[in-house]
């Protein structure tokens, strides 16, 4: 009964409109929401679609300017005229960007005019045709008049965009992002604060000198979660990074072979996740890491002291990371590592390890393992041998305690013999051992049953120990 209710009063809502003989909404329930429910529902949508809103009814023409973010991104309309080069000629098609350009400036000025909002909790702006450095600056400025939450910017101007100077004292500023064609110039020392300003992410960013770097983290006070990606001609020797309060880090410097001694400074004492990929830094300096739990290390060669001290570098960072639970590794070149000269530090707190090497380079493995007394899970993972690749054995004598060893994930298998040395040094040492996964590369059915077969011989300490094959 109640069903049939339901049904009838879903029936009643609907009229049949005689023309086009389809079912017609009597009822635009939509619309009888609060118009604070409806403003959230446009925030969410790219303003352009949010203004379309106002042909819709009465109640919609002046709704989208009380929604408290603003989203311009010219992205569909570049993509559209990559379209259309090829089939017009050189002139119509530069008569039409400047159409377009005309277009999305003219439309961005209309908005922030006509726009009510004296707070703005999201300001993004995304531009790829847009060729006025000042027509730009004017709209972040509206946007930091409005004492804006989160700023994300992203340009690609002729000229890299200069920042103004009121971005650096918007204390309502919580999110932070700059992408591309963008100059930090940070003020002098006692003029740059963010009092609020927990995320920041730099991307592809330009720096005038070193101090506009020093100078701009430590004030970020609560600064938690900091992203950058550096450019090769970014202006910068020593990167130099302190926030006390900071917990996440993710620094991508690329790789540049220069004959500057480039520097990278980390002094975080709160930072618990660290995801370095380096191939420029010819020195380190890590300090106050005690929080750290997490840490993914991808270092390249980069320039030639890079390569002249490779061995130092990464023994210098492996002592800095000597206390974190969870480890990934990643470097080009794993022969100085076996280097008598250097000694990987106790990883007395490390449980999980992962480590990624090529085809040549497996003899790291002893010297990390034997300072991992507490290790749990064990990833390794090889790329294939590539033709012209020394060919080294993996394991040399060594006593790595696998106490607390229970899963054991290997990834590039091709049943070699130092592999098969490994695998089976563990099942024989490995007391706990509950899983051990063999991803194998580029091996046919008869040559896994063959591989199979030698494995299923080997003994275990483990009883319960289960070895999976793909």
């Given at each position: 009964m109640a069903r049939a209710n339901t049904v009838q009063s879903t029936t009643q809502s609907i009229a049949v409109d005689s023309k086009s003989k389809r079912p017609k909404l009597s009822n635009d329930r939509i619309s009888t929401l609060p118009d604070s429910v409806l403003c959230h529902i446009l925030s969410f949508l790219p303003t352009k679609y949010a203004v379309r809103t106002s042909i819709l009814s009465t109640k919609w023409k002046y709704l989208w300017t009380s929604v408290h973010s603003l989203d311009f991104d010219d992205s569909v309309t570049m993509s559209n005229l990559y379209?259309?080069?090829?089939?017009?000629?050189?002139?119509?098609?530069?008569?039409?960007?400047?159409?377009?350009?005309?277009?999305?400036?003219?439309?961005?000025?209309?908005?922030?005019?006509?726009?009510?909002?004296?707070?703005?909790?999201?300001?993004?702006?995304?531009?790829?045709?847009?060729?006025?450095?000042?027509?730009?600056?004017?709209?972040?400025?509206?946007?930091?008049?409005?004492?804006?939450?989160?700023?994300d910017l992203y340009v690609s101007l002729e000229q890299p965009l200069q920042l103004p100077r009121s971005l650096f004292t918007c204390n309502m500023l919580v999110v932070l992002k700059l992408s591309c064609e963008i100059v930090v110039?940070?003020?002098?020392?006692?003029?740059?604060?963010?009092?609020?300003?927990?995320?920041?992410?730099?991307?592809?960013?330009?720096?005038?000198?070193?101090?506009?770097?020093?100078?701009?983290?430590?004030?970020c006070p609560v600064l938690e979660d900091l992203l950058i990606w550096r450019c090769n001609d970014d202006n910068v020797i020593t990167f130099s990074i302190f926030a006390s309060a900071l917990k996440r880090l993710i620094i991508d410097s690329g790789s540049q072979d220069s004959l500057d001694y480039n520097k990278l400074e980390i002094n975080a004492p709160a930072l618990e996740y660290l995801n370095l990929r380096d191939g420029r830094s010819d020195y380190f300096s890590f300090q106050n890491l005690s929080?750290?739990?997490?840490?993914?290390?991808?270092?390249?060669?980069?320039?030639?002291?890079?390569?002249?001290?490779?061995?130092?570098?990464?023994?210098?960072?492996?002592?800095?990371?000597?206390?974190?639970?969870?480890?990934?590794?990643?470097?080009?070149?794993?022969?100085?590592?076996?280097?008598?000269?250097?000694?990987?530090?106790?990883?007395?707190?490390?449980?999980?390890?992962?480590?990624?090497?090529?085809?040549?380079?497996?003899?790291?493995?002893?010297?990390?393992?034997?300072?991992?007394?507490?290790?749990?899970?064990?990833?390794?993972?090889?790329?294939?041998?590539?033709?012209?690749?020394?060919?080294?054995?993996?394991?040399?004598?060594?006593?790595?305690?696998?106490?607390?060893?229970?899963?054991?994930?290997?990834?590039?298998?091709e049943g070699l013999t130092d592999e098969l040395e490994l695998v089976q040094y563990i099942l024989e040492n490995a007391k706990v051992l509950k899983t051990m996964r063999i991803k194998t590369c580029s091996l046919d059915i008869e040559a896994k049953f063959d591989v199979l077969q030698k494995i299923s011989i080997f003994q275990r300490w483990s009883k319960t120990c289960q070895v999976g094959f793909t």
């Open positions: 379209v259309s080069r090829t089939k017009k000629g050189r002139a119509q098609k530069e008569k039409q960007i400047q159409a377009q350009r005309k277009s999305f400036m003219n439309f961005v000025d209309r908005v922030l005019i006509l726009h009510s909002v004296s707070c703005l909790r999201k300001f993004r702006l995304h531009c790829r045709i847009v060729d006025d450095m000042l027509h730009v600056n004017t709209w972040v400025c509206a946007a930091i008049g409005r004492d804006v939450q989160d700023l110039n940070t003020p002098a020392e006692g003029s740059v604060c963010f009092p609020n300003l927990k995320i920041l992410h730099l991307k592809w960013v330009k720096y005038v000198n070193d101090d506009s770097v020093r100078k701009l983290f430590p004030s929080s750290l739990v997490e840490a993914h290390l991808v270092v390249h060669h980069g320039g030639g002291r890079l390569v002249n001290h490779y061995g130092f570098i990464i023994f210098h960072l492996l002592h800095r990371l000597s206390n974190v639970k969870f480890l990934f590794l990643s470097v080009d070149d794993m022969k100085p590592l076996t280097d008598s000269h250097y000694k990987s530090p106790p990883f007395h707190k490390l449980t999980r390890l992962e480590v990624h090497v090529r085809s040549c380079n497996w003899n790291i493995l002893p010297n990390l393992l034997e300072r991992c007394d507490n290790l749990e899970v064990l990833v390794f993972s090889k790329e294939s041998k590539r033709h012209g690749d020394p060919h080294e054995s993996c394991w040399i004598p060594a006593q790595p305690l696998f106490l607390h060893l229970t899963t054991v994930v290997i990834s590039g298998f």
